[in-house]
């Protein structure tokens, strides 16, 4: 793979991890939301590829492939078989709307590249230079976790904060080793695992998922 060809993949990969957070603030469908998810699941695998088949790197390319499986496919699958049981599967009342939420994403992307400036400065690298997409994403995921109300919809920003962080490592080390993307993504499965059941009982209890109901478990 040449330099311009490797330059080129990497920024889209890198692009669309970020595009697909902002998609995740953009629509109200559930279901529409895990594809977004799914997507930049799709686009850290593509990255970590990337980086293993410039590299030379076997192990980089097996992460890669897990990296697709597990966040690209069974994660989202996952996370799906949850929303198509919610009779309300829509993020229709966050704390932030819609347009201000988008806003809020171009902010912190600004901050995500004006924070990492000094680290990219640093790097004559293309891969160096991309670390501020992967702290944009963290920044959105964070920013979703906070504003939204569905259990899902904050799942969700949870899996961004991850995926954020597994784009960083990605870029600023070629690669995390094998043992620790096995670990995170076990742990996604779980966390998964436990939102399934989680959303079962509330769905149970109170028709919907909707973690505002939770104050009427409480009552």
């Known amino acids: ?16 991890v970020v595009l697909s957070a902002v998609v995740t603030l953009w629509r109200h469908s559930l279901i529409a939301i895990i594809r977004a998810l799914a ?8 990255v970590a590829l990337t980086l293993g088949l410039h590299g030379h790197d076997r192990g980089l390319e097996v992460v890669a ?10 994660v989202p699958a996952l996370i ?28 912190l992307i600004f901050l995500a590249f004006a ?18 997409f992967g702290m944009a994403a963290m920044l959105i995921g964070f920013f979703a976790l906070a504003t939204r109300r569905k259990a899902v919809s904050q799942i ?5 904060v991850d995926n954020g962080i597994a784009l960083v ?18 742990d996604l499965l779980l ?21 505002d109901g939770l104050a009427e478990l409480h009552d």
């Open 1 to 16: 793979m040449n330099h311009q060809v490797f330059d080129n993949v990497l920024g889209l990969g890198c692009g669309v």
């Open 156 to 160: 969700v920003g949870l899996l961004l």
């Open 80 to 107: 799906t078989k949850v929303v198509r049981h919610d009779v309300a599967s829509r993020e229709t009342d966050p704390l932030v709307n819609v347009p201000a939420s988008l806003v809020a994403a171009g902010v």
């Open 115 to 132: 924070a990492s400036r000094s680290v990219t400065a640093l790097t004559s690298n293309a891969p160096g230079r991309l670390i501020p």
């Open 65 to 74: 492939g897990l990296v697709l499986l597990a966040k690209g496919v069974v």
């Open 39 to 46: 997507v930049q699941g799709v686009a850290l695998a593509l």
């Open 191 to 211: 966390i998964t695992v436990v939102l399934r059941v989680l959303a079962t009982q509330m769905r149970r209890r109170l028709g919907t998922v909707d973690l």
């Open 169 to 186: 490592a990605f870029l600023a080390t070629a690669g995390v080793p094998l043992i620790v993307e096995l670990g995170a993504s076990l």
